[in-house]
């Protein structure tokens, strides 16, 4: 079916409707269409909850970002305490070659937010990087800090 990916594997939760294979996304609540992508997306929210910490409650999945007149959907936004992004997630297909043009459109996405954390996977291969705005440093990471790791 669907490819193993270089993430835990979870209880996933299918069900056909129209013809349609679809996934439970339990950020939105609802089951969505399952794409190659949706299936990592899943699969990185699984692990963000399950095995990083991060609280449910404060992951956003292709929640609409307006900038310079575009409206932007990045795959997941992680949001601090104050509620303000700070980790942005951008996923493909675990058959898409991770690329420039994946990096440059995360970059694009961050623009309005200036978050501290990005990662951009395809489920197989992962880059993390902490963003320290001060210093114009680009600082890649081994892997995604856990939780109570953040700065």
């Known amino acids: ?6 993430l835990p594997s979870y209880a996933v939760k299918l069900k ?5 294979t679809q996934i439970f996304d339990r950020i939105r609540k609802k089951f969505v269409v399952l794409t190659p992508e949706e299936w990592v997306r899943q699969h990185v929210v699984n692990y963000l ?7 449910a ?11 310079n007149e575009l409206l932007r959907r990045p795959d997941i936004v992680y949001y601090d305490d104050a509620l303000k992004p700070a980790l942005i997630v951008e996923c493909k297909a675990s058959d898409i ?7 440059d459109q995360i970059a694009r996405y961050n623009m309005p937010l200036r978050v501290n954390y990005l990662l951009v996977t395809n489920g ?4 993390c990087c902490r963003i320290v705005y001060e210093k114009e440093e680009v ?9 109570s790791e953040l700065i």
């Open 1 to 6: 079916m669907y490819p193993t990916l270089n």
């Open 16 to 20: 056909n409707h129209s013809q349609r």
């Open 57 to 67: 409650s404060r992951l956003a999945v292709e929640s609409s970002l307006r900038y």
């Open 139 to 147: 600082i890649f990471l081994k892997e995604l800090p856990d939780f």
């Open 124 to 127: 197989i291969q992962h880059f």
């Open 97 to 103: 070659k991770i690329t420039q043009s994946t990096f």
């Open 49 to 55: 909850i399950e095995h990083k910490n991060y609280p």
